[in-house]
């Protein structure tokens, strides 16, 4: 049973890291703005989020840093698709080949450096319950802080204001515009705050997650981040259920593993990037449900003096 109440706990603890990258891409996608960036976006804030650790020995300057690394990216994108309307999907995957390229380059002298050991968390006495404490309660705070925002992210966009005009604008910019709402402003915030998830979902990879710096270690967690805004068709209490099902799926060829059971490891390695193009095979059968829910203006420049 121990082993079952690990693997709960790594579920939660590889979900963490979709489940911010993907929240960060439905801000950006409810604003109509796709961004392909995600991979390149993470990797530059897992390096700056580790650089940072190493010569602070602080974790929150290394989310913080992982954050401004992925904001700045945010807001190069944002001016580069908003402003100077260069194509959403071409622009993003330029930002993603540049993250890998640049986190390769400045993180080569990290590559056998080591941060200070990471303090055991646990909610005192539910940490103790036989079982639960140890799948449920001794995770890194941000696991649980991840959870909240998701629940105020979804408080956000259906019973607020301000949420009401961000799906406005992805939706349709030109009556939003109409109404004197600053579109170009609205979307370029609503990427930066996506770039700051991403770079924090990246911060969290190379601090807690696995706490050193490799080339390439976000190894595809910021595309399986873009296929599950689609898979949760755009909700944030969908894209939570989601993060945490990949997450498990991740973990399960290690438990596997584990037990003994005779399976080839190339074959469970590819299991996560297997079960989502099979999800989204699945979900593309009925595109009238996607329509339903997918912001009528995603992926679609604004030009406000036309």
């Given amino acids: 049973m121990d082993a079952y109440a690990l693997l709960i706990a790594a579920t939660l603890n590889a979900g963490t890291v979709l489940a911010l990258a993907s929240l960060g891409m439905l801000i950006n996608e409810r604003a109509g703005i796709v961004n392909l960036g ?33 904001a ?29 390229g640049f986190s390769a380059f400045a993180g080569i002298s990290y590559v056998q450096e080591r941060i200070p050991s990471r303090p055991s968390f646990a909610i005192p006495y539910l940490s103790d319950i036989p079982l639960v404490g140890a799948a449920l309660f001794r995770h890194h705070p941000l696991v649980y802080l991840t959870v909240v925002f998701a629940c105020a992210l979804i408080w956000f966009l259906y019973r607020t204001r301000s949420g009401l005009v961000l799906r406005s604008v992805g939706e349709n910019p030109e009556s939003a515009h109409a109404l004197g709402y600053p579109v170009r402003r609205i979307r370029l915030l609503a990427v930066v ?55 498990g ?36 059968r009925n595109p009238l449900w996607i329509r339903i829910n997918m ?3 995603i992926g679609k420049p604004f030009y406000p003096g036309a």
Avoid at 255 to 276: K, R
């Fill in 193 to 247: 705050v996506g770039g700051a998830l991403c770079g924090l979902a990246g911060a969290y990879v190379s601090i807690v997650y696995t706490p050193l710096w490799v080339e390439g270690m976000v190894a595809g967690k910021g595309w399986i981040a873009l296929a599950l805004t689609t898979f949760a068709t755009w909700r944030p209490g969908r894209v939570l259920l989601g993060a945490y099902l990949f997450g």
């Fill in 72 to 100: 700045l990216l945010g807001l190069v994108f944002g001016l580069l698709v908003i402003w100077l309307n260069t194509n959403q999907y071409a622009t993003g995957l330029a930002v993603s080949l540049f993250g890998a």
């Fill in 295 to 297: 912001p009528a203006s």
């Fill in 249 to 284: 799926v991740t973990m399960l060829q290690f438990h596997l593993q584990g037990i003994g059971v005779e399976v080839a490891s190339q074959f469970l390695s590819m299991l996560p990037y297997l079960s989502t193009i099979v999800v989204l095979a699945l979900i593309s």
């Fill in 38 to 70: 995600a991979e390149g976006m993470m990797l530059c804030a897992a390096i700056a989020g580790f650089a940072a650790v190493v010569h602070s020995g602080s974790d929150v300057l290394g989310f913080a840093a992982g954050m401004g690394a992925g």
